[in-house]
């Protein structure tokens, strides 16, 4: 499963995307499990030069069946800066922030390792 | 401190207003990223994780109130009411939008600042000795020379586009405080057996994935030739540094590759022919020394019965006193150094208010100078012995009176993986957890002076491998490990440290170091440093310990 993201060109803010529109969430980020229809996907949002820098697509992984970024830095660019709790998205909080934090444990306990090889 | 003047202020207005006009080209799509990136980072504005990040020039880390509220406003209006002081003694604000950007350049445009050349494969912010001025350790003022460096670099068409960043550091005291060794060209101010000044001229030096302690290759340059050295230098790498591979790049890799010998060879050729033409008129010296003519000293005893009575009456700030302040050149004068490392917090970061709190003590109390250092911490260069007990109680007031100066609690951390497109790790918290670990003060100064510093990846912004503990996070197999360094020095004694074994997960770093301080305080001799016993010892008891304790 992956999901397509990038930086509004306006502000930087770290968005995903959403049918052809781009949403600040990552709990609304369209999920994808064709690859062909994710590559697609990019190509267009490549073409979309004057709202988003640089869009790419992360890999997901489940965790207690919901997805999130199978990288720590994505799982980060979702959340906010650890330093600063009440900085960026986590700011909001909720069950799906939580579920992003949640995540890394799971993640560590999944073949996550075997997947990033360094 | 040195004026811009009509020319300078003019430049720096219509620098802002060609900005705004590219910014509006981008928004507009007129043009595209490729392009507009190399436009952005010639006026400091990263795309970083979770923003902009805007990094403002804070030459030789030299700062008055006004400019120092003028930041302490933008941080407040267009990020979240703070910013972060670097290594190399800039400001970063990590929440900025595009679309803000022309509007902040106008305004530390209005305070005669900048974000030009904090990016780039130019010449970047010169570093000085904090304490210049002010400390009887110098034997002229480096900021003066700093400031013509600034002027002859800023802009210099030849050197506009080398084939790597390039960073100078000066000092004019025997004990450096600017890490000269290990920048791309490292000063130090000499007086020759004549009495005349000159630069003993370090070349080579530098952190990141190759890390140099630069060799000499001029032992006395007479002060009156700097430039058409400077010149000569920043030529002969011009013309050879390899700019074919980015990681390559740096004068350190051609200064090695050539040998330091040959390298001078090269640098003495070029100077005979640059001549003197190349050099600053000395009319032109005295005039920027000038500027930085010395501020009003009463004329005092040295010992303050105010600072005496206040010592024997709080042991915290007797404490802050032990650890925060330096020896001045004038008798009755202290120079105060702000921690920025208060237990818990971000290494380098201030609010806005704490930075309003330090320009009106800067005002009140301290002659209207601010210095940032290298470490990531603020100096007040010219306070009253009987002003301190005021400046402490604003300090504290402010949460900025932490009295950890030089010890293991005054870690620098980069920003890392919590802000960082390049970084594989994050430093923060790994500060944060050491500095818990040794939040009991008496513990911290029984340790006594023991510098760690924290790069969240290579590139060692955070300066690891010259931390008397280095700590170094990298990405192994997708989870954050940190590799210890020991035995680096960025002072005068400088030395790259030496790798204490494999890395560990972010959760035991904290206890590792603790364990390497327990070697310490069991084998150390009388009056030797964290950084002389590990210099005595070798690595083997540090290693035995921490990777015994590791299972």
């Known amino acids: 499963m992956k999901a397509l993201t990038g930086n509004r060109l306006t502000d930087g803010e770290v968005v995903f995307w959403k049918a052809g529109a781009w949403v ?11 690859a062909q229809k994710a590559e697609a996907a990019e190509a267009s949002a490549k073409s979309q030069q004057t709202v988003v820098v640089d869009p790419y697509l992360v890999d997901l992984i489940e965790s207690d069946g919901l997805w999130a970024p199978l990288s720590y830095r994505e799982r980060l660019r979702a959340l906010g800066p650890t330093n ?33 090889k360094r | 401190m040195y004026q811009y003047d009509t020319l300078d202020k003019e430049f720096l207005a219509d620098r802002a207003a060609e900005f705004r006009e590219q910014v509006g080209r981008r928004l ?42 003028a930041l302490a406003a933008i941080g407040r209006k267009y990020d979240k009411g703070y910013g972060h002081f670097t290594t190399r003694t800039n400001l970063q604000f990590h929440w900025i939008k595009l679309a803000d950007t022309p509007a902040i350049l106008d305004e530390l445009a209005a305070v005669d600042m900048h974000a030009i050349q904090t990016s780039g494969n130019c010449i970047r912010n010169t570093t000085a000795d904090p304490y210049a001025g002010a400390t009887a350790e110098e034997i002229d003022d480096p900021r003066v020379w700093s400031e013509a460096i600034r002027q002859w670099s800023s802009l210099h068409p ?24 290990v920048h791309d060209i490292g000063l130090m101010l000499r007086r020759g057996r004549d009495g005349t000044m000159g630069f003993e001229v370090i070349v080579g030096g530098g952190l990141g994935r190759t890390p140099y302690v630069g060799p000499t290759i001029k032992e006395f340059l007479p002060v009156n030739r700097l430039f058409s050295y400077l010149e000569a230098i920043l030529r002969v790498y011009n013309r050879h540094g390899r700019r074919d591979n980015k990681f390559k790049a740096r004068i350190k890799i051609l200064v090695a590759a050539l040998g330091a010998e040959e390298f001078a060879r090269q640098v003495e050729e070029e100077w005979a022919k640059i001549g003197s033409e190349g050099d600053l008129p000395d009319t032109e010296i005295a005039r920027i020394r000038g500027a930085f003519a010395p501020v009003h000293f009463d004329t005092l005893v040295n010992r303050s019965e105010i600072f005496e009575a206040a010592k024997a009456a709080d042991p915290q700030f007797a404490r802050f006193a032990r650890n925060n302040l330096r020896e001045h050149k004038r008798a009755g004068y202290t120079i105060v150094v702000i921690s920025l490392k208060a237990i818990g917090e971000t290494p380098g970061d201030a609010t806005s208010e704490q930075m309003e709190v330090v320009a009106d003590l800067a005002e009140r109390y301290g002659q209207n100078d601010i210095r940032v250092t290298h470490e990531q911490n603020l100096v007040l260069p010219h306070v009253k012995l009987d002003d301190t007990p005021a400046v402490y109680a604003a300090l504290k007031a402010a949460g900025l009176a932490t009295p950890n100066v030089n010890l293991i609690s005054d870690i620098i951390a980069c920003p890392g993986l919590d802000y960082c497109a390049l970084a594989n790790a994050r430093a923060i918290p790994i500060a944060q957890d050491i500095a818990r670990t040794f939040a009991d003060e008496d513990r911290a100064e029984l340790v006594g002076e023991l510098k760690i510093k924290i790069s969240g990846c290579i590139n060692a912004c955070g300066h690891h491998h010259v931390g008397h503990i280095g700590i170094l996070g990298v990405d192994k197999k997708g989870e954050e490990f940190y590799q210890l360094t020991l035995g680096g020095s960025g002072a005068e004694d400088a030395a790259v440290g030496s790798m204490l074994g494999p890395a560990l997960p972010a959760g035991r770093v904290a206890d590792a170091v603790d364990t390497l301080v327990d070697v310490y ?23 035995e310990a921490v990777y015994a304790d590791a299972d």
């Not at chain 2, 006026?43 to 700062?63: T, V």
């Not at chain 2, 550091?169 to 060794?181: G, L, P, S, V, W």
């Open chain 1, 24 to 34: 600040e969430r990552f709990a609304e980020a369209e999920l994808f499990d064709d």
């Open chain 1, 84 to 116: 600063h709790p009440h900085h960026g998205k986590q700011a909001e909080g909720g069950a799906a922030i939580e579920a992003l934090r949640h995540a890394s444990g799971a993640a560590r306990s999944s073949g996550r390792v075997k997947l990033i």
């Open chain 2, 28 to 69: 507009a799509g007129e043009i595209t990223e490729d392009q507009f990136k190399p436009i952005r980072l010639m006026n400091g504005l990263y795309l970083q994780l979770h923003a902009y990040m805007l990094r403002i020039a804070i030459p030789y880390g030299s700062l008055n109130p006004t400019q120092m509220r």
């Open chain 2, 158 to 181: 030849e050197f506009s586009f080398l084939p790597r960043k390039f960073k100078i550091a000066i000092t004019a005291a025997a004990k450096d405080r600017t890490a000269a060794k």
């Open chain 2, 521 to 543: 305080l069991r084998e150390r001799q009388e009056g030797e440093r964290f950084l002389d016993t590990f210099r005595r010892t070798g690595v083997a008891p540090f290693k």
